[in-house]
């Protein structure tokens, strides 16, 4: 079981505060989307989550426990970022494996995981090419893969899709719906894109300058939203 909860977070770089108390409750298997206009926290408070960030005031508990003190490899999450950096010298299969070869895992079980991730991903038959042999969606399923392949109990996605064209983001929303629905993982994904966020969260969480606006189902949010900017943020016409 791994729910998140983020309880009074704060963040300041130096004396500059950015996140001002913020509080959300992730149920375990839960797909949550921070959505809010560039500049507003998403990054800084999915980094805290992993982290990768120190957290000024408040905690952040993953499975019921405060992991503030946590070092990321201690958290059980895996991230997925915008700028999907894959190794260009390893191949597919090696990109993938590359996590649990880190943590020392016998290279039996290694090619286990790397086969069940790519079966997943539909990778099966690219395992053996290197990065720059692959599309873009091809490569952003490396990513993902990497990330499986540690069976974590929460994914963190960072506007894993803005690097993409329209068409091919639109069929990678379908697959990390998919993948979720197939894994179930406790999923927090951050993205400035109200379509982004409308077709792929449980939850959704507006957020505007380091705050939380409103916490909603996305009809819920698109019905009754909580103030103009948030009516304005979905595209609601009230
Ligand atoms: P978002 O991901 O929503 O675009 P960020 O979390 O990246 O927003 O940034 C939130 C605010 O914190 C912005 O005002 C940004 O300039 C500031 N910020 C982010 N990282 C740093 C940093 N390392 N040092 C100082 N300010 C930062
Ligand atoms: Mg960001």
């Known amino acids: 079981m791994a729910p998140v909860t983020v309880k009074d977070v704060t963040k300041k770089y130096g004396a500059l505060p950015v996140i001002h108390g913020v509080g959300i409750d992730i149920a375990d298997g839960e797909f949550v989307v921070l959505v809010g206009p560039s500049g507003c926290g998403k990054s800084t408070l999915l980094r805290m989550i992993a982290g990768l960030e120190t957290i000024s005031g408040g905690t952040v508990a993953i499975g019921g426990r405060v992991v503030n003190d946590v070092l990321p490899k201690g958290r059980d999450i895996a991230m997925v970022f915008q700028n999907y950096a894959?190794?260009?010298?390893?191949?597919?299969?090696?990109?993938m494996g590359f996590p649990l070869k880190l943590k020392g895992a016998p290279k039996s079980e290694i090619e286990t995981k790397v086969r069940r991730a790519a079966e997943i991903l539909d990778l099966g038959k690219l395992l053996d090419r290197y990065p720059k042999q692959l599309s873009g969606g091809q490569r952003q399923r490396v990513a993902m893969g990497r990330a499986i392949v540690r069976d974590p109990q929460v994914f963190l996605f960072d506007e894993p899709l803005s690097n993409l064209d329209a068409k091919l983001r639109v069929t990678m929303r379908v697959e990390i719906k998919e993948l979720h629905q197939r894994l179930k993982t406790t999923t927090i994904y951050v993205t400035h894109d109200q379509i982004e966020a409308m077709t792929m969260a449980d939850k959704i969480v507006v957020m505007r300058e380091g705050r939380v606006e409103q916490i909603g189902a996305p009809l819920d949010l698109y019905d009754r939203p909580a103030n103009v900017f948030v009516?304005?943020?979905?595209?609601s016409p009230s």
């Open 86 to 95: 894959l190794y260009p010298h390893k191949t597919v299969a090696d990109n």
């Open 231 to 235: 009516a304005g943020f979905i595209g």
